[in-house]
């Protein structure tokens, strides 16, 4: 380990000598102090180092959240390895897809997905080791064979810059890209969060989004490195978040549309009681927000802009500062709108976010051309548009027109993507995928299609076509049909004219 550098794994060390009988995680009934959780993260680093996992390695995770997953991320920044934390939601054939990408030595999976996991065994060659949490069924061996080990692990050599997690993100062109985030990136993202919103040991976040997404991971860091703890959930269900947060005091919660409306829904059905929350963070409608602030107003609705690629998020602000804005540049990020040029803009004007500084991610994984074009003129081009106001403070302005991107509840969904899937149908001719508004999920996918002649095929079973060969959550909510789509002089699909005409549910 470097003189300079700090890692996760220092941020467990010092939790576990400040706070050692402190919760760290609480689950289903558990409590892991901070002291207990430093034991449990040494003991994984040692069994995975007997297994043969070194610095640079990958480790493949498919499970709903739970303490093992934790533990990973905490084994896996002492050995300098890297985690491969993939979607559940997915479909089998995307999660074959990111698994072999990162080529994980070892793969770690819970009950739930043993079954995708074990009918794809033949199409993951890189893998050697599977070990599941609970039941294990071959070709899995139960997940304590890993915690057998008493050799003592030193800590890796390997720098907080180098890669930690390997995310799935950015199918811009059909197939998802491994964006690789390091520890320096994902503790900057932290410390801004603990100076934004004055994060202490008292502190503690319901972890009820999924940790293979950069914002839960991203929470769970800022709050262990405040020396807080973290209420987890294996998955966010609205009636068990209300009780959560009134028993465990939960004072910080990330959220996504449509988990904050349900769960105000559920609490004022069972009347639990919400008064400790302060802060809640994410993506949600002005109703709900509104709502949200009538139930608890001693706190605050935060608003911000971020990506994967910048190991969470990089302006922030108090919703009520400036609706309908994206916050202001935090404490460690450099944020500024270029034109096509690379050239900044002044404030008003319109054009690409870019962004530079410890939080940029490290570049797409075995994609140097991408990361050539990513990483170009000394910042990262995260493909988003927007523009600064005279006070600073970050308008979204949506994707760039190469990069379209919809998200319907806090997911990423690329068009070209979901085109791909739908033009397998034997039915249709031209496609065009877009993103419409969503009172329930924010946005929605629509998909605008042209039949070849003499073919015809329903909406329903069109969109199940879909659902049945990606991420359910990626399948069209709306289709329409037409007898063709506009063209531009030079013969190309008129996406703008297609947007303009279909751009609603």
Same mark, same amino acid.
């Given at each position: ?117 074990? #009918?794809?065994? =033949?199409?993951?060659? !890189?893998? $050697?080791?599977?070990? *599941?949490? /609970? +039941?294990? %069924? ?87 490195? #405040?020396?807080? =703890?973290?209420?987890? !959930?294996? $998955?966010?269900?609205? *009636?068990? /978040? +209300?009780? %959560? ?261």
């Amino acid at each position: 380990m470097g003189l300079r550098d700090y890692t996760l794994f220092d941020v467990i060390s010092r939790n576990a000598r400040l706070y050692p009988q402190r919760t760290a995680i609480s689950f289903e009934g558990r409590r892991i102090t901070h002291g207990e959780y430093l034991a449990r993260v040494e003991r994984l680093a040692a069994g995975l180092a007997a297994a043969g996992v070194g610095a640079g390695d990958r480790v493949g995770i498919v499970s709903l959240n739970c303490p093992e997953y934790l533990d990973l991320y905490g084994a896996a920044a002492k050995l300098g390895a890297i985690v491969l934390p993939v979607n559940w939601r997915l479909s089998a054939d995307e999660i074959v897809h990111a698994l072999n990408d990162g080529a994980p030595k070892i793969v770690l999976a819970d009950a739930e997905h043993q079954p995708v996991l074990a #009918a794809a065994r =033949g199409r993951l060659s !890189s893998v $050697r080791l599977f070990y *599941a949490f /609970a +039941a294990a %069924r071959a070709p899995f061996a139960p997940y304590e064979d890993l915690l057998c080990s008493e050799a003592p692990v030193a800590e890796a050599g390997a720098g907080d810059e180098i890669g930690y997690v390997l995310m799935h993100t950015a199918a811009v062109t059909g197939k998802a890209r491994g964006a690789l985030i390091t520890q320096r990136g994902l503790i900057a993202g932290g410390t801004q969060m603990v100076h934004q919103w004055n994060l202490g040991p008292d502190d503690v976040q319901l972890g009820a989004l999924p940790l293979f997404h950069i914002t839960a991971l991203g929470l769970f860091v800022a709050i262990a490195q #405040a020396g807080g =703890g973290t209420a987890l !959930s294996a $998955r966010f269900d609205p *009636a068990a /978040a +209300a009780s %959560r947060i009134a028993e465990e005091r939960v004072t910080v919660l990330g959220e996504f549309a449509p988990m904050l409306g349900t769960l105000l829904d559920k609490a004022a059905e069972v009347l639990a009681d919400l008064s400790s929350l302060r802060i809640v963070f994410g993506l949600d409608t002005p109703d709900t927000i509104a709502r949200f602030e009538a139930a608890c107003p001693e706190a605050v609705f935060w608003i911000g802009y971020g990506q994967s690629e910048v190991s969470g998020g990089v302006t922030f602000a108090p919703y009520r500062e400036r609706p309908g804005s994206a916050g202001r540049p935090a404490l460690l990020s450099v944020v500024a709108v270029v034109d096509d040029l690379d050239r900044p803009l002044p404030g008003g004007q319109t054009g690409e976010i870019v962004v530079r500084g410890p939080m940029v991610f490290g570049g797409y994984w075995n994609c140097e051309a991408d990361n050539a074009v990513t990483f170009r003129s000394g910042w990262h081009h995260t493909g988003d548009m927007g523009r600064f106001d005279e006070d600073g403070y970050l308008w979204y302005a949506g994707r760039a027109p190469a990069k379209e991107l919809i998200k319907p509840g806090g997911e990423n969904v690329y068009p070209a993507e979901v085109e791909r899937v739908i033009l397998k149908h034997p039915a249709i001719a031209e496609v065009v995928v877009l993103g419409v508004a969503d009172a329930q999920w924010g946005e929605a996918v629509k998909a605008v299609c042209v039949c070849k002649p003499g073919r015809s095929v329903g909406a329903q079973e069109l969109i199940e076509f879909v659902g049945q060969r990606i991420a359910r959550y990626k399948k069209p909510k709306h289709v329409a049909f037409v007898a063709q789509l506009p063209k531009t002089a030079a013969g190309a699909t008129d996406r703008a004219a297609v947007k303009q005409e279909h751009g609603v549910g």
